[in-house]
């Protein structure tokens, strides 16, 4: 799929997610899609999201971060902010968005475009 020039996202996305819906895999896939890159971290959900959380982190410019307790959102946002300050550039524009869809991609986009 190419992506939309007009939902191009110039950030890198951080979700955490603790066991999310199905539907998760196609906004993570849209938003892999669009952005710079994607990090995803799963939050302990365990065994029973582990296909879910495979499927993503074959996702192209996206990194999975998983561990196998949750530890709550403020714990997983630590996670990849290390990641991304490790890995991206000091002038990467992060933006973070929740595992249920709630922040659509055109929305993100618009939050990493402010910055």
């Known amino acids: ?21 199905p539907e ?4 993570a ?3 892999s899609q669009n952005a710079a890159g994607l990090i995803v971290v799963d939050d ?10 495979g499927k993503i982190a074959r996702l192209p410019r996206t990194k999975l971060i998983s561990y196998d307790k949750n530890m709550g959102k403020g714990y997983a946002l630590k996670q990849a902010f290390r990641y991304a300050v490790d890995t991206y550039p000091k002038d990467t524009v992060l933006v973070t968005a929740d595992c249920d869809g709630q922040h659509i991609v055109s929305d993100v986009q618009k939050v990493a475009a402010r910055v």
Do not use: K
């Open 24 to 27: 998760f895999y196609s906004y």
């Open 29 to 31: 896939e849209s938003v």
């Open 1 to 21: 799929m190419i992506p939309d020039p007009s939902t191009q996202i110039h950030a890198v996305v951080i979700i955490p997610a603790y066991e999310p819906p």
């Open 44 to 53: 302990g959900s365990g065994e029973a999201f582990s296909e879910l959380f």
